[in-house]
């Protein structure tokens, strides 16, 4: 566990020596499409949801996986953002001791991975070069989602993936408005959208309906 974690480290390092030394664009693979949520404005009771939300740098449901609090904390914002305009909910908190009982449980992983050495090394040689010679790397986000009912139990389970790519090099000097952070929060939300449309069009979570009445003549 302990020589992840330090593995996990050099190649931040690495990359972000690369990423000084040079300049460096980000952007998205968009192999998670955007999506329009379902309207839920005929519902009066909107199911009420604790968000579980962790961020792993490593292979998805790996025991090797190593948590990043602060990558998490980064996008705890986004995921907020995009919880509440989705509109899919009643009252929503990611906080575990404002659960409240009735409350569903939302457990949404996100996995950093996939970055394998020869882009590290190339990402090396473009920092060492000052960013003569361009380099790519990907940082691949795989995203799990389960909804739990009141008692605990596993209603639905699934999951999405994109990626994003990493251009360093002087020549992309010009484009260094294409941040790293845009193109991850960007792919983030899609993501989490996608998975929140399919965990309600799977009807596990419970909405109670208006009653529509005749107005009297």
Known sequence: MIKEAV???GKALGLSLALTLSG????TSDQVAPVSMPSMASYTNKPNVYVDFDFYQGEPQQASAVEMPGARDS???ALQKTLNDSGL???ITLDEFQKQPGDYTLRLKVYNHGANGGQLVMA???GFSFGVIPAMATDQYTMTLEALDQQGASLHN???HDEVNTWIGLIFIPL???TPTAAVNDTFTRQVNALLKQMVESQQLKY???ELRTPRA
């Open 208 to 210: 109670s309906a208006l």
């Open 176 to 178: 260094m408005v294409k």
């Open 7 to 9: 593995m996990h480290v």
């Open 158 to 160: 699934i999951s999405n």
């Open 124 to 126: 090396a040689i473009s």
């Open 24 to 27: 460096c664009a980000s952007f």
């Open 75 to 77: 996008l705890r914002p």
């Open 89 to 91: 909910f009643g009252r």
